[in-house]
């Protein structure tokens, strides 16, 4: 059997910046509230020219260009992704062809902040079985296109950008250990993004329904229920994937969360005992990247030269459904940066 070994890592962030001080004059806010609450000082904002298949694009060739190989070499690309280009051709598939590869599967993955732990699970899961040898894996987002920009509880914490990494199926031990998915449905009204108009029906013409799928929709959060939630069940999944691989807390040298908020983190870890420079810490910069978050703070570490073989990281996420997970890599690339 293979295991699956992260061979390249790569990520990317627009070039826009928006600081707290920005938003304040835009909503009815502070840089103090924002920074208390949520640990976020600034984010990255997409241009208005670009898309996020263009950002997952810039990812995917650092990742390849830093395992030193071109998308001739990939078997099968997955874009994790809650604002697509469009409903459909999946972003994957446009990715592709920004890539300039043919003939290899390309889809999207939809779990919310949780789509690149979920997307790490399927691609760790299909090379296990032969199915492919290389796969591409992405986290991309534009979240800025689905905030409501009026509403100061949720548009202070979102930002956008795109991160990457290149798996690939090798007989040595190590890579990818395993992973831990859930979803629970019965939470789903507490953080959406409705369709603001109701779908098209034979007996009703829907004029603005799929046009253009990004833009279309904004955000709802109850904050505050969500926050308690994922607070517990993060708590709970950490210790269930270590249980599963008879691994302790004390095995773990970085968690690699998802960067909804500084607070969530910082309760993550304590369950751990980790202290926190043991863990990734990205959300100052860039805020909440849905599913670009954890590609991207593991990015973050491996380009400061923080990782190395052989060292135990725990990756986690908790997202709109609910849907949360966790995945166990053992680190095995050489060469670290930085
Ligand atoms: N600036 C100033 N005041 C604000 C702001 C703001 N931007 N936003 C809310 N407030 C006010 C509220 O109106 C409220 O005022 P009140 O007490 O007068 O009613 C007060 O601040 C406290 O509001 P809470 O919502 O209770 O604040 P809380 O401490 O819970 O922080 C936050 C809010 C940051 C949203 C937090 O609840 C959180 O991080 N939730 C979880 C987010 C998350 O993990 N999401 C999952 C992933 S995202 C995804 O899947 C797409």
Request: overall charge negative; glycine content about 10%.
């Amino acid at each position: 059997m293979k295991h699956s070994h992260i061979v390249g890592l790569g990520s990317y962030l627009p070039e826009r910046v928006m600081t707290n001080h920005d938003l304040e004059r835009m909503v009815d806010t502070s840089d103090t509230w924002i920074r208390e609450r949520t640990g976020i000082e600034r984010r990255h904002i997409i241009a208005e020219d670009q898309c996020t298949s263009d950002m997952a694009a810039e990812a995917a060739r650092r990742a390849l260009d830093d395992a030193g190989l071109d998308i001739s070499a990939v078997d099968a690309l997955m874009v994790a992704t809650t604002t697509p280009d469009k409903i459909f051709p999946a972003t994957a598939t446009i990715v592709q062809a920004k890539l300039g590869g043919h003939g290899f599967p390309a889809w999207d993955i939809q779990a919310v902040c949780s789509g690149f732990v979920y997307g790490l699970a399927q691609a760790d899961a299909m090379i296990r079985a032969g199915l492919f040898r290389r796969v591409l894996l992405v986290g991309a987002e534009a979240m800025s296109r689905i905030v409501d920009w009026s509403d100061r509880s949720t548009c202070v914490l979102f930002g956008d950008g795109a991160g990457a990494v290149l798996l690939e199926g090798r007989a040595q031990p190590g890579g990818v250990l395993g992973s831990v998915l859930h979803a629970d449905g019965s939470y789903r009204d507490l953080l959406k993004a409705d369709h603001p108009h109701p779908p098209a029906s034979p007996d009703r013409k829907a004029l603005d329904f799929g046009r253009d799928a990004a833009g279309i929709a904004a955000i709802e959060m109850r904050g505050n229920e969500v926050f308690r939630v994922a607070v517990t069940k993060l708590g709970e999944v950490v210790n269930e994937i270590l249980q599963q691989h008879q691994l302790r807390k004390e095995d773990v040298d970085w968690l690699v969360p998802h960067q909804a908020n500084i607070r969530i983190i910082q309760a993550t870890a304590k369950k751990l005992g980790l202290s926190m420079d043991r863990v990734a810490q990205t959300v100052r910069e860039h805020g909440n990247t849905s599913s670009a978050s954890v590609p991207m703070a593991l990015d973050a570490l491996y380009r400061a030269g923080r990782l190395r073989q052989g060292q135990l990281l725990l990756l986690e996420a908790f997202a709109g459904g609910f849907a949360w997970g966790a995945n166990l890599v053992r680190w095995s690339k050489q060469g670290e940066t930085g």
